[in-house]
């Protein structure tokens, strides 16, 4: 992103290409999103099918490519893109794959794998998710943490929502793969999903470790994150 910004010091015409949308999305594509080639990289016994089916590069929602320089609604102190991860997620992974994988290291509690863990992902999609939970979130309840979703939801044009487990994995290991940096280190993010006796499932780092676990209804460091899909 410094690359592009030097750009624009060079001369009006540097200035002019830099800003153009189209290239613009190639580099977004390329350096900030997981796209096809990180998941043939990182993800190799992934039928990529989904993906190849244009369904990836032609299919990268223009509203990231607008949005990507502006400041952060939730994170004020940010860039957007500083704040988001961006993630293809092919049509037809389940969470089972993740199981095992050793360069990831992510333990699942026994009964949320029997219960969704053979749950297919129904429609291939770009996945924007905010990489740290938003603010005012942690340390409250569930219900107030809606209301936090709501609040950024009336404010802005993104149609942010409470992510899935899947998702926050994705964009967990997909950071870690692509930019070396952990994200959700000594904290949680509750997802849509429900456990026992209606407890959210929720996912965090500790230690290295990404742990798929159930969440009591308030704790210190469980917060949520926000996250938007564009189907393709």
């Not at 860039?79 to 961006?86: L, N, P, R, S």
């Not at 609040?151 to 409470?162: F, H």
């Amino acid at each position: 992103m410094k690359n592009l910004l030097g750009c624009r010091s060079v001369s009006k015409e540097w200035q002019l290409l830099s800003k153009d949308l189209d290239l613009l999305i190639c580099i977004i594509y390329r350096d900030f999103a997981f796209n096809s080639t990180d998941w043939s990289r990182h993800f190799s016994t992934v039928d990529l099918k989904a993906i190849y089916e244009n369904e990836d590069f032609n299919t990268f929602p223009k509203p990231i490519a607008s949005l990507f320089e502006n400041a952060c609604p939730i994170f004020r102190q940010k860039k957007w893109y500083q704040t988001h991860a961006i993630v293809f997620l092919p049509k037809g992974l389940t969470l089972k794959y993740f199981v095992n994988l050793p360069l990831l290291n992510i333990i699942f509690w026994e009964e949320i794998i029997k219960k969704y863990g053979d749950i297919p992902v129904e429609k291939s999609s770009w996945v924007v998710i905010t990489k740290y939970n938003i603010p005012g979130s942690p340390h409250g309840r569930f219900e107030e943490q809606l209301n936090e979703i709501s609040k950024i939801i009336s404010s802005n044009e993104m149609k942010y929502r409470i992510p899935k487990i899947i998702e926050v994995i994705l964009c967990i290991s997909s950071t870690f793969f692509k930019f070396g940096e952990r994200l959700f280190c000594d904290n949680y993010s509750r997802c849509q999903e429900v456990a026992s006796d209606d407890l959210q499932i929720c996912v965090g780092t500790y230690k290295s470790v990404t742990h798929v676990a159930f969440s009591p209804n308030s704790r210190g460091n469980i917060g949520v994150a926000a996250v938007q899909t564009f189907k393709v």
